[in-house]
């Protein structure tokens, strides 16, 4: 099966600094990569996700870039600002009808953006 | 539109009795998932239904937990006999149909603590 390896798992920097956490994963079959937020206590939220027919999308200071001949993913935060601290966590899914949502998730990065 | 409502969200039980979480997906959504998040882990998939069908329960430990989605009502994650090790958050996430079925929109969570 598929597996999505990310890192670091923790990332402290200033605020107004980029953050970028790394995501590979196994499975060449894999063609929709999201990105969530979870912060402490909450629900995952979908910040930005990506398929396989492109390379990079952007949605104001995040982007998400995809190298499908590597086979990893990043995700890119820029200007950040405290309240981006929180676990992120990227996920990578396989085309097929009953494999739509079963995504794959890495371990999270623990986010946290200093004033 | 009230997204995809969990209850209970937290729930404490002792070893050896039942759990019994619910789901109802959010409105035009037909697609429910179930996942577990250990903790400090990311979320691990554990089963995909429609209404009345099991598409995928790959992710489903082999005994004690079973999981439905009735013609009415809520999606139902069941597990039955308790251990401590099954404390965890158990997260309920839901989708339209195929086209656009990877966009999963989650529940709050039910927290499920085993004495």
């Known amino acids: 099966g598929e597996n999505v390896e990310q890192h670091p798992s923790t990332l402290s920097v200033q605020e107004g600094d980029s953050a970028v956490i790394k995501c590979t994963y196994s499975d060449s079959a894999s063609n929709y990569f999201p990105w969530y937020k979870q912060e402490l206590g909450k629900r995952p939220q979908l910040i930005i996700d990506?398929?396989?027919?492109?390379g990079e999308k952007k949605d104001q200071r995040i982007a998400v870039t995809l190298n499908k001949t590597a086979k990893h993913f990043s995700l890119h935060i820029t200007e950040t600002q405290p309240e981006d601290s929180a676990v992120y966590f990227c996920a990578a899914s396989m085309r097929g009808r009953t494999s739509y949502g079963k995504l794959t998730f890495g371990q999270g990065t623990i986010l946290t953006v200093h004033p | 539109n009230a997204g995809v409502m969990q209850n209970p969200r937290h729930l404490v039980r002792r070893r050896g009795q039942e759990a019994r979480l619910r789901c109802s997906p959010m409105?035009?959504?037909?697609?429910v998932y179930w996942y577990r998040q250990l903790p400090e882990e990311g979320l691990k998939f554990m089963v995909y239904l429609q209404k009345e069908n099991i598409i995928d329960e790959s992710g489903m430990p082999k005994e004690r937990f079973s999981a439905e989605f009735p013609k009415e009502g809520p999606s139902i994650l069941r597990i039955q006999q308790v251990v401590r090790g099954d404390s965890a958050a158990y997260f309920c996430?839901?989708?339209?149909?195929?086209?656009?079925?990877?966009?999963?929109?989650f529940g709050a969570g039910s927290r499920l603590t085993v004495l």
């Open positions: 409105k035009g959504h037909s697609h």
């Open positions: 996430a839901s989708s339209q149909g195929y086209s656009g079925a990877n966009v999963l929109t």
């Open positions: 990506i398929r396989s027919n492109v």
